[in-house]
């Protein structure tokens, strides 16, 4: 996929609002701005991630191994080293949540164990987003070439996730909705509805 630049000025407001809820925290406790970033991080993440599966033209499986793959290679080695390197050091919630961390699944750790912020807090991002990497192609993949289906089932899934957020709607949910998959890819959603009205 060819490079986007325009999104380089959404990377930019994405970053500000997490350092403004750092940094600034006087401020970014009033608009929850980290979490607005973030965000703005699953939108731009879901309409790339999106636009990769659209433009590929190889069979389903060839394809999925591909993606996979390359979403390994790009993450992995950096993730892996920093949780090493954390354990080496003793960090106590590495040691203790070992297992949720080397699995993605620190995301619902967090809430399960009702941990404490801690510096691999912002791990929860990026369970998500690989969650999210696991299951994606399927419906991308699977329904490229029906695209009225496909905006329909994005749409969809979209509205299902807002709903959650907004009303609660699955009780088990609700303890996880600011850091779970559901109701989270509403914003992967989003970004992947603009892929596809974008392709």
């Avoid at 960090?91 to 070992?98: A, G, I, P």
Wanted: glycine letters at 6%; hydrophobic letters at 50%; one cysteine or more.
């Amino acid at each position: 996929m060819k490079y986007v630049k325009q999104l380089d000025g959404l990377r930019f407001v994405a970053i500000g609002f997490v350092l403004i809820q750092h940094f600034a925290y006087f401020i970014g406790k009033r608009i929850s701005a980290g979490y607005y970033g973030v965000d703005l991080f699953f939108v731009i993440s879901g309409f790339l991630i999106t636009m990769i599966l659209l433009n590929s033209n190889e069979p389903f499986l060839v394809e999925y191994k591909k993606f996979i793959g390359r979403r390994t290679l790009r993450i992995f080695p950096i993730y892996y080293l920093t949780i090493f390197v954390l354990f080496a050091f003793g960090n106590e919630y590495v040691h203790r949540y070992l297992i949720y961390c080397v699995t993605y699944s620190y995301n619902y750790a967090l809430i399960y164990f009702n941990i404490p912020k801690s510096s691999i807090s912002h791990f929860w991002s990026l369970c998500v987003e690989e969650q999210f990497y696991l299951f994606w192609p399927f419906i991308i993949l699977g329904l490229k070439r029906h695209t009225l289906i496909l905006k329909y089932v994005v749409v969809t899934l979209v509205l299902v996730c807002c709903i959650q957020l907004c009303f609660n709607v699955c009780d088990a949910l609700t303890p996880y909705n600011y850091v779970s998959l559901i109701p989270q890819a509403n914003a992967l959603g989003i970004g992947a509805l603009g892929a596809i009205l974008y392709k």
